[in-house]
């Protein structure tokens, strides 16, 4: 019979014991199971002593060895906010407050469902365009005198380059600006 896990004596009942790096669980059936803390992962097995007893004085001691294997998690994409002039263009940067947990390099692979082709690009979305240089710089311009108080929402998608992706918008508020009148000459024909 097993008397205690990690030095934490059994209750003969569900029990949930932590461990490093995990939580040991007992069931009321009595199976025992591991659960690593999130996002854990190492080559080294971590080592979880028991005690096991023979219900006559007799006990020994050894260990249960896990070796937690990694998994790729996805990206975390979050949602960009800029401001530019009406009519002025500005600079997006959809990956700056992007992360992933596992230290993967992060690409975007597309812009409002276009597909990124890796070069110079024009995708057209609501009340703009966005370009994307051969350098990768990309941009947002409005449409001639559009401004709005509500934010332009472009999503974009990310990859980590190991098949997992996340979703975000870049979020773009265009100000008004004064347009100057137009002045129109007038003809006349007097008899």
């Known amino acids: 019979t097993i008397t205690s896990i990690n030095g934490t004596t059994l209750t003969g009942g569900v029990q949930s014991i932590s461990v490093t790096n995990g939580t040991v669980n007992i069931s009321a059936t009595g199976v025992i199971t591991f659960t690593p ?12 002593p028991y005690v ?5 004085g007799g006990t020994a001691t050894a260990n249960e060895l896990i070796t937690v294997t990694p998994v790729n998690d996805n990206p975390v994409a979050v949602n960009d906010n800029y401001t530019v002039a009406e009519d002025a263009t500005v600079t ?29 690009q024009s995708i057209s979305v609501t009340n703009g365009t966005v370009n994307i240089s051969a350098t990768g710089v990309i941009t947002f311009t409005p449409t001639t005198n559009f401004n709005s108080a509500t934010a332009i929402s472009i999503p974009y998608v ?33 008899a």
Do not use: C
């Open 52 to 56: 096991i007893s023979d219900g006559h």
């Open 158 to 190: 990310i990859s980590d380059g190991h098949g997992g992706t996340a979703t975000a918008n870049e979020l773009i508020t265009v100000t008004p600006v004064n347009d100057n009148p137009v002045a129109v000459n007038d003809n006349y024909t007097v």
């Open 92 to 120: 997006l940067t959809p990956l700056a407050l992007d992360s992933d947990v596992d230290g993967d390099t992060l690409t975007i692979t597309s812009i409002n469902g276009t597909t990124l082709t890796g070069g110079a």
């Open 37 to 48: 803390t999130t996002n854990f992962n190492s080559a080294t097995a971590i080592s979880i």
